[in-house]
């Protein structure tokens, strides 16, 4: 990188373009420190401060059109219910949380007045209680103001087990009450570091309670508002076609002053990911591609059309494998995946190694990933301190082969391994991509050397993707034996997002696969390393304890592939800041266009 380079580096960061983060992290590419990489901003006019401001424009309107393009279509537009982050990003255009989390991981106020702190008297200091306060003056899409009975109920709507809320988790272990008209207290039984769960980021939208209070428990999936949103965002409902398209106006009363700039937005659904990146990057057809998971050499070529670019944020993505721990070829009660099976192999540590061991991360990284992901063995990749620096990957059949071995499968004449009569004969899912399909065929010729036989199956993304209960081939279904997808730890903090290997949260016919556990793994001591840490008040014993509870996940069930990154395509003018801690249009109303 010259010093020409290094200039459009910065020029991007002052102009919104590109996070703090993101240059930090190319920099250290270099081999040049964090705090370097710092100085060289505030040398340049940059502070520390948050970029958003960096906002340009001097009044609301006036921007036009803006087009983004998602190419796993949304299917409903509750965040509540929104089990894909397809559905996450269509319902935060018009929903807000209380705050969100900005590319540093820090918490910024989005309709909250302030971050509650110690300092100022809104955290308490024994962890049992936070204070929120909201701005005055917002109103929701219809005129209503928003007040403190809209986040009491939220709180009773996510946590009722009838609701069925994807969100549950994270509402169930508090109680919120009202302080006056602008202000609530939520409450825990025990001491609680992570108190910025409910209310904040993707998890964290505010529901008014005017619209959905008649449809609260088992009519929830009646609203009407699940497909007409009403909420307080930049941008109000005009048309939703499930699985096609979102279109939205700005909202003459958002509460920001000069925002949002565009006068219109529409997000269109479908299509795949290369499609999508050459709809921003070589045709300028589209503003903002969502999610390129698009091989690197794909999108260098791309590029050179100069219509657009290639954004590149790392927060906490992780693409991984998950191996069922339940039976999906056997149905109890009507159910397959019960949780009153156990799978034939994957029960077994030992089969769960070997298949680790026959992942071959480098080339994948290499091969297929390039600068948009880091080959890794954790299931937590940030912020640093919940590192695990316990954990290795590495490619060796011959070590897989032995274990097999060891746990009593042994070859047939085909080469094919079998125990008491089963063949090890595996299904593979996951969602219609091609560097996914690329990586499903390396792991499936690298256990066919292992004597495991691999059915590969492809799922076309806004159905593995769905939030449908009906659907079978969902991913939170999960009626196979092994299956492959991202999911991005939208939070900077590992909390919610270990919520996936907890035994509680098991996904489930009863549940309608609202369960965040969706390998149904169970184990006694990760769920004691998880209570822990959720009361654990010191900051060192409480990394340490999630250190545990990664290296416990990744060593049975969670295969890590690659940390990935955010990779969206950027209009050539277009200023979109982004988080990699949170959803991709958590700054939507901080967008706008260079002249």
Same mark, same amino acid.
């Not at 940030?382 to 082969?401: C, K, L, W």
């Not at 008040?537 to 592939?561: E, G, M, T, W, Y």
């Given at each position: ?17 590109l996070s703090r983060r993101a240059f930090v992290q190319r920099i250290a590419a270099l081999g040049l420190t964090a705090p370097l990489a710092g100085l060289m ?197 005009? *048309? ?212 495991? *036989? ?55 016919? *009863? ?85």
């Amino acid at each position: 990188m010259d010093e020409r380079d290094l200039r459009g580096l910065i020029g991007r960061v002052k102009s919104g373009q590109l996070s703090r983060r993101a240059f930090v992290q190319r920099i250290a590419a270099l081999g040049l420190t964090a705090p370097l990489a710092g100085l060289m901003l505030a040398d340049n006019g940059v502070a520390a401060a948050d970029l958003r401001t960096a906002y340009k424009p001097a009044k609301a309107g006036g921007g036009g059109a803006l087009k983004l393009l998602w190419w796993q279509a949304p299917t409903l537009l509750n965040p509540h219910f929104a089990v894909g982050t397809k559905d996450q990003e269509a319902s935060r255009i018009f929903y807000e949380p209380l705050a969100a989390w900005d590319a540093e991981g820090n918490l910024v106020p989005v309709l909250a007045a302030a971050i509650p702190s110690r300092e100022n008297g809104a955290l308490a200091a024994d962890g049992r209680s936070v204070t929120w306060t909201i701005k005055p003056g917002v109103t929701w899409h219809d005129g209503k103001p928003l007040t403190a009975d809209d986040l009491v109920f939220t709180w009773d709507y996510a946590r009722d087990p009838a609701t069925a809320a994807v969100t549950t988790g994270s509402y169930r272990d508090c109680k919120v009450e009202k302080v006056d008209d602008l202000t609530v207290r939520v409450l825990f039984d025990k001491p609680t570091p992570y108190w910025c769960d409910a209310f904040v980021g993707n998890v964290g939208a505010i529901m008014p309670k005017h619209l959905f209070s008649p449809y609260a428990g088992a009519k929830s999936r009646d609203a009407p508002q699940n497909l007409a949103p009403v909420g307080t965002g930049p941008y109000r409902f005009v *048309e939703f076609r499930p699985g096609d398209i979102v279109r939205a106006e700005r909202n003459p009363s958002y509460h920001l002053p000069n925002r949002p700039y565009f006068d219109t937005l529409e997000m269109k659904g479908g299509g795949d990911a290369v499609s999508a990146a050459r709809a921003v990057l070589q045709t300028g057809e589209y503003d903002y591609a969502w999610n390129l998971l698009v091989e690197d050499e794909v999108l260098k070529r791309l590029e050179t059309g100069g219509k657009g670019r290639v954004d590149v944020v790392f927060g906490g993505k992780l693409e991984f494998v998950l191996l069922n721990t339940t039976d999906p070829t056997v149905e109890v009660d009507g159910e397959k995946s019960s949780l009153k099976t156990k799978h034939p192999a994957f029960t077994d540590p030992k089969v769960c190694q070997a298949m680790n061991l026959l992942i071959d991360r480098k080339s994948i990284q290499d091969y297929i990933y390039g600068r948009t992901g880091r080959a890794t063995a954790n299931s937590v990749n940030g912020p640093e301190r919940f590192v695990s620096r316990n954990t290795s990957f590495a490619f060796d059949p011959a070590r897989a082969n032995a274990l097999l071995d060891e746990a009593g499968w042994t070859k047939g004449p085909d080469g094919i391994r079998a125990k008491d009569g089963r063949r090890l004969k595996l299904l593979f899912q996951t969602s219609i991509n091609a560097p996914r399909q690329k990586t499903q065929a390396i792991i499936k010729q690298a256990a066919s050397k292992a004597g495991i *036989e691999i059915e590969l199956k492809s799922v076309t993304g806004s159905v593995f993707f769905s939030s449908d209960a009906a659907n079978p081939d969902t991913f939170p279904h999960f009626y196979a034996d092994m299956e492959m997808y991202a999911i991005n730890m939208t939070q900077a903090d590992p909390a919610t997002w270990m919520l996936q290997y907890v035994s509680w949260e098991a996904a489930t016919k *009863e549940n309608k696969w609202q369960g965040r556990n969706i390998a149904r793994w169970r184990n006694t001591e990760f769920d004691a390393l998880y209570n822990a840490a959720q009361t654990e008040l010191d900051p060192v014993k409480r990394a340490a304890l999630f250190i545990k509870a990664n290296d416990l996940a990744v060593s049975q069930n969670v295969l890590p592939l690659v940390h990935r990154a955010e990779v969206s395509g950027v209009a050539a003018k277009l200023v979109a800041p982004r988080s990699g801690w949170d959803n991709d249009l958590a700054f939507l109303p901080e967008w706008s266009r260079d002249a």
